[in-house]
């Protein structure tokens, strides 16, 4: 079974998948790491990305992230792009991944823009994570060390949260530790129990 895990920035996705991953019968792929991996590792994605972006993408074959950030952040043109050349590469990736767990009971694909990039399509069960605004905007400010102007523009540029929220079989409330850790409790629980049912 593959589960989808999404949420919006500073909701606290990869808290959650900690959670799951005490849980021995669980395998957890985190899209944003893993593309960061593939933009250094892949020669195709290295290639498209000098090309769409430039030379100084890359110093001695390491992406040059700030340089990068720079160009997109401001630019939903050009970030929508940048996400047309690494997706396809992580989706393969995560084929893959699976392939390699397939003895695991589930299969936690935990992505940013999992709605935005179409991967909810091949999840069985989507689980939005949530936070209200300010327990968000605090956290990327402590985390990033950025200004509350830009953890709201972050935001503004991200999907909806109420079409997320719609589209997702389950949704974790993510404001105190304890009690999220049990919602990761239950929510495990029921999808043990439906796992004959997939």
């Known amino acids: 079974m593959i589960i989808g895990l999404t949420g919006g920035i500073g909701s606290g996705k990869s808290t959650v998948a900690i959670f799951f991953s005490k849980f021995s019968n669980i395998a957890i792929y985190t899209a944003d790491i893993e593309a960061k991996k593939l933009m250094n590792s892949s020669i195709n ?5 000098i090309i769409e972006f430039g030379e100084y993408s890359y110093l001695n074959d390491q992406l040059q992230l700030e340089f990068l950030s720079k160009i997109v952040f401001n630019n939903p043109e050009k970030l929508l792009k940048l996400n047309s050349i690494v997706h396809p590469e992580v989706k393969k990736h995560f084929q893959e991944f699976v392939k390699l767990n397939a003895d695991k009971f589930f299969i936690i694909y935990e992505n940013a823009i999992l709605f935005e990039s179409k991967s909810n399509k091949f999840c069985d069960v989507i689980i939005s994570v949530f ?21 709201i523009y972050r935001i503004k540029n991200q999907m909806n949260e109420e079409s997320k929220l719609l589209q997702s079989n389950y949704i974790i409330l993510n404001e105190e530790l304890e009690n999220t850790q049990n919602q990761v ?5 029921i999808l043990t129990k439906k796992i004959d049912y997939f």
Do not use: C
Request: hydrophobic fraction near 30%.
């Open 185 to 189: 409790k239950k929510i495990h629980n």
């Open 45 to 49: 994605i290295q290639e498209k990305i």
């Open 131 to 151: 936070s209200n605004l300010d327990t968000r905007i605090q956290r990327v400010i402590e985390r990033d060390n950025v200004t509350k102007e830009e953890v």
